[in-house]
């Protein structure tokens, strides 16, 4: 079983920045990629950034430039940094990690947590 879980929204000025985080855990063999997603009560969640453990990364037009995901591949973690921040980032923010689980047997696993919330003030 393997659990995702969220941390670091609030709320934030226009301008700002701010520092979430994600962390894997459970019976993980292989965690191969990790992404931020993001949706609002107005629109179908959304990829915003990805990070496969080979270090690619891909990114939505909307946030480059200003958003960067990084991995701690050690303590299986995924951080988004958003800088720049703009009231249109306002959203909640879903994490999703997949890879390979083993319990009694090997699995693939694509899981989310349950969110957090950024809210940026103009």
């Known amino acids: 079983q393997v659990e995702v879980v969220e941390s670091g929204g609030g709320l934030v000025q226009a301008g700002g920045s701010l520092k979430l985080s994600c962390a894997a855990s459970?019976?993980?063999?292989?965690?191969?990629?990790m992404g931020w997603y993001r949706q609002t009560p107005q629109s179908e969640r959304e990829l915003v950034a990805a990070m496969t453990d080979g270090g690619t990364q891909e990114y939505a037009d909307s946030v480059k430039g200003r958003f960067t995901i990084s991995r701690d591949n050690a303590n299986r973690m995924a951080f988004l940094h958003m800088t720049n921040v703009r009231p249109d980032d306002t959203a909640t923010y879903y994490c999703n990690a997949g890879g390979i689980s083993h319990t009694d047997y090997y699995r693939p696993f694509d899981n989310w947590g349950q969110g957090t919330q950024v809210t940026v003030s103009s």
């Open positions: 459970g019976s993980i063999v292989k965690l191969s990629r």
